[in-house]
């Protein structure tokens, strides 16, 4: 009985989001037009496993051409400045909302970095 609880125990502790903040500031700010789930695709591409690939190479994603053809890989440097600004970083995309403040674009990053490691 007593392994039986520790057992779930620990699958309730794995479910808790390793980035508590991040995952509601994602939520808030991104997900409405975004998913974190591979193949679920919004008005945006989904975000599962951004980091390190290649902008506009999600199947099935509309892109705008200035991003499909823009060469970026996604690390966490030109994410910070593509969610501070969009269209400095890719002139001609066609995503408008941008997020000010940097400790909210790091606590993001650092919630979908913690999304790649999970998987």
């Known amino acids: 009985m007593l392994v039986f609880s520790l057992s779930l125990a620990g699958q309730c502790l794995a479910q808790e989001p390793v980035n508590p903040e991040g995952e509601r500031l994602f939520r808030t700010r991104c997900g409405t037009c975004h998913s974190v789930n591979s ?4 008005m945006g591409p989904h975000l599962s496993g951004l980091l390190g690939r290649s902008a506009g190479t999600i199947e099935g994603a509309r892109y705008s051409k200035a991003l499909g053809g823009s060469g970026i890989v996604w690390d966490e440097e030109r994410l910070q ?11 001609g995309t066609t995503m ?9 674009r790091s606590a993001i990053i650092a919630y979908l970095r913690s999304l790649s490691a999970a998987n």
């Not at 193949?39 to 919004?42: I, S």
């Open 39 to 42: 193949g679920e695709n919004r």
């Open 81 to 91: 400045a593509f969610l501070a600004n969009p269209r400095q970083v890719v002139p």
């Open 96 to 104: 408008t909302a941008s997020i000010r403040d940097e400790a909210q």
